[in-house]
């Protein structure tokens, strides 16, 4: 019992929450036009698609795709930063639509974890680079990334993201959520969130 207690207290039980909506989310499917990010009816009130969008996915293969990553960071941040949860459920889903609503009045419709996944990504991978700058693994995951976003703004013009095939043949990748997402954590390794602050010296 005592072993089961330590694994329960060592699960990120945050993003297993945010998951487990997902799931249930994407399980009846007739919720979605309720959930979705929707710009009109956000412009009518409907504020809160502003985060339960990025919680509704398009077929089973975006929602496996985005909340087994978000899962996976999840218990990477969640061994030394759980108090990061909140951050992640109440201001980054918001932060990232409030940036697409403002900045790509175009979008009418979008849903799906990836975003948020790719500022927790590029989270981890920023401190990683920090914490020992001649890893050439962080320095890697951070060139993919640029890559996939030239690729997508360039050559796919905001449609690419074939390995995914989604259940709605007009919904494309959104390249401006995943610039805001690369915006966020930018920000959030500029402002040094989750660093440790120095413990006192005892005499």
């Not at 997902?22 to 409907?46: E, K, N, P």
């Not at 996915?57 to 218990?75: K, Q, Y």
Request: charge should be positive.
């Amino acid at each position: 019992m005592n072993a089961l207690s330590r694994t329960a207290r060592k699960l990120p039980w945050g993003f297993v929450l945010v998951a487990l909506a997902a799931l249930v989310f994407q399980s009846h499917g007739g919720w979605r036009a309720c959930l979705l990010y929707d710009r009109t009816a956000i412009i009518d009130g409907q504020w809160w698609r502003l985060w339960t969008g990025h919680l509704v996915h398009f077929g089973w293969p975006h929602f496996v795709a985005d909340t087994g990553l978000f899962l996976i960071l999840g218990f990477i941040l969640g061994k030394t930063q759980s108090w990061l949860f909140p951050v992640v459920l109440l201001l980054l889903p918001a932060v990232i639509s409030a940036a697409m609503y403002f900045c790509a009045p175009g979008m009418s419709r979008y849903g799906g974890l990836s975003a948020v996944d790719l500022t927790l990504l590029l989270f981890v991978a920023g401190q990683g680079w920090q914490h020992n700058w001649k890893d050439w693994f962080w320095p890697a995951v951070l060139a993919i990334y640029v890559g996939e976003i030239v690729l997508e703004s360039t050559v796919g013009h905001g449609q690419g993201g074939g390995m995914i095939r989604f259940d709605d043949p007009e919904i494309h990748v959104a390249t401006s959520a995943h610039l805001a997402a690369a915006a966020c954590a930018l920000l959030m390794l500029a402002v040094g969130l989750g660093k440790k602050s120095p413990r006192p010296r005892v005499a």
